[in-house]
Each structure stands twice: as C-alpha cells, then as structure tokens.
C-alpha cells in the first residue's frame, strides 16, 4: 500500500495561451466529457488512494474554491495573490509548513490515464517524476536521464544534450519532505530576483543535490493543454482512449 495520501494542483495560471477561454474560467474547468477535466483529476486521485487534495489558486480562484466548498473537507484552496507576477514555484511555495509527508504533484491542464498515478505510488523510490514516450504534441518539456534513470536535466530544447532525451515531462511527480525542503531552498535564492519562477527549474536544481528518478512509461495517454492545439489534440486524439473514472 502507498504511503502517499496527499496530492498538490498548480492552478493559478492565468491560461492566456487559450485567449478568450482563459478569461472565462480555469484551465482545470475545460470539459472534454462529463466534468471538467479537475473534477475528474480529483477522482482519479481519489481512486488512486489520495485523502487529501490541495489546490493552489490565484486567477479565476472562486471556481477552485467552490469546487474545495462542495468535496466534504477533502478539498482544501490555497490562493497566490501575487499569481499575476509569479510563476508556479511560487505557489507551490505557499505549501511551506504544510506538506511533512509525501506528496504528488499534479497541474491543473492535465488529462492522463489512472495509470499515471498507480505507476509513482508503485515505485519504492522517494522522489520520482513520471515521464512519457514522444508524443508529438508541441511545447514540450525534454528530460535526460543517467545509467541509474535519475534526473540530470529538463529542457524545452531538444538539442540541449548530444544524448537523446529519456522522455517528455508530463506534469505529474511524487515528491518527499526532504526533496520539496530542497526545492524551497533554491527557490528562496531564486526569488530575490524573480518571482517568475518555474516548479521545473526548481525540481532540476534540487536533483542535483537529492537524486530524482525518472519513471518513463512509453504508452502513457495523457495531455496537457496549454492553447487551442492542444485542446482539439487532447478532445480528439487522446481523451476518447482514455479509460473513464466514476
């Protein structure tokens, strides 16, 4: 049995690559089926054996935050005010002090298949981020890997290393107490620069310091969807094969 019960959405960009979409609710209330696309997150999770959910809000907040008031405590917000001029580590960052166990961590724009959470609550290693084979789909973020399958670099540029990439980020990690400590650390350096500050960056900075395996699935289904291309990709080609949650 996994000994993970917590999980953490990022849900407080602005979704301006989805234009007139973006300023009418969250990237999480896009419908493809049923529900929208954080509704059925949630029970994936849920069903995966996840207790408790936090999601970090900032722009159009009020959807997560009734969706938090009807999940009988199951749900808890957490709002970054300053989502305007901040990145994702920085939400991610409003969590200090409140995450002393393991925890997954998820966005808000992903569909993707049950499958995606049992493979990180499977794997005995603390820290892991799940990857995928290539999927073609655009703006995606690369990841290499050493002999030993930990994480030694993320990058959007495919050429970045001689090596071929091990897979595509996808946007879902398991991450221990000890590692999420160290990302806080490289953030609170980073920021006093910047608050425009990635999860990412953070992630490939404290693995250099605390190994981060990357669990690479070939023929995961999953989608992120960043613009309209990736809307109609994830509506046409990929939400129909992924298998429903009640």
């Not at 957490?78 to 409003?94: C, H, I, P, R, T």
């Not at 995606?116 to 981020?129: N, S």
Request: hydrophobic share 40%.
């Amino acid at each position: 049995m996994s000994s993970v019960s917590t999980a953490v959405i990022l849900a407080a960009g602005m979704g301006t690559r989805l234009k007139a979409r973006g300023t009418e609710a969250p990237k999480g209330f896009l419908t493809l089926g049923s529900k929208p696309i954080i509704q059925e997150s949630v029970s994936r999770q849920e069903s995966a054996g996840i207790e408790k959910i936090y999601i970090v809000t900032g722009h159009l907040s009020h959807f997560y935050d009734e969706l938090a008031d009807s999940s009988q405590g199951r749900i808890c917000t957490v709002k970054n005010e300053q989502y305007a001029e901040s990145g994702s580590m920085f939400s991610l960052a409003k969590l200090r002090g409140k995450l002393d166990s393991p925890f997954l961590l998820l966005e808000s724009d992903l569909i993707y298949e049950t499958r995606a959470l049992e493979t990180l609550l499977e794997d005995p290693r603390p820290d892991v981020m799940l990857a995928s084979g290539f999927t073609g789909s655009r703006d995606e973020v690369w990841t290499w890997t050493d002999e030993k399958g930990n994480l030694t670099g993320l990058s959007k540029n495919k050429n970045d290393k001689p090596e071929p990439p091990a897979g595509e980020l996808v946007g879902i990690s398991k991450i221990s107490p000890d590692f999420f400590a160290v990302m806080l650390e490289e953030a609170d350096k980073a920021f006093q620069m910047s608050l425009k500050l990635e999860y990412e960056t953070c992630m490939a900075a404290a693995a250099r310091r605390i190994p981060m395996a990357v669990n690479v699935v070939p023929d995961l289904l999953w989608a992120e969807i960043d613009d309209e291309d990736h809307l109609e990709r994830a509506r046409s080609s990929v939400y129909p094969k992924i298998p429903k949650v009640n």
